[in-house]
């Protein structure tokens, strides 16, 4: 009977951590969407910044969706961009309903960062835990 017990425990501590590791995986899954998202819009973003110098307005210029919900997916609520301090930002914000609880109302954000030889590169950065975002957000 003591054999069977500690069995069922060792099988319960097993349990214990694959439902946390396998939440985790589902988390991580859900947050790429948001990278996907915004992927489609900073070559765009990019493209208007190098011919006029400034950011897109969404709606009225750069040929991006008025509405920020227009790129939104299974797990991203929208997908706006804005200016802040004279760069181009893009913010993909996680649904509240839908997402695990950790990521919900989350932002990944993009921030472009220009040289003066033309060429840019995207700075990403979160509000969500750590352990959710990939290593090129952290």
């Known amino acids: 009977l003591i054999e069977l017990m500690v069995t069922v425990a060792i099988i319960a501590i097993l349990a214990s951590l694959a439902i946390t590791t396998y939440t985790q995986s589902i988390a991580k899954a859900q947050i790429s969407e948001a990278l996907t998202a915004s992927d489609s819009l900073k070559a765009d973003v990019l493209n208007y910044y190098r011919q006029t110098g400034t950011c897109p ?3 009225i210029s750069g040929g991006l ?6 790129y939104s997916g299974k ?9 802040a301090a004279g760069l181009c930002v893009i913010i993909a914000t996680m649904r509240s309903t839908t997402v695990a609880p950790a990521l919900r109302g989350k932002q990944v954000i993009f921030t472009m960062s220009a040289s003066a030889t033309n060429s840019a590169y995207w700075l990403c950065s979160s509000d969500a835990a750590a352990v959710y ?3 090129t957000c952290r």
């Open 133 to 135: 975002v990939p290593q």
């Open 75 to 83: 797990y991203v609520a929208s997908v706006a961009v804005t200016t």
């Open 57 to 59: 307005v969404q709606g």
């Open 65 to 70: 969706a008025s509405s920020p919900a227009s």
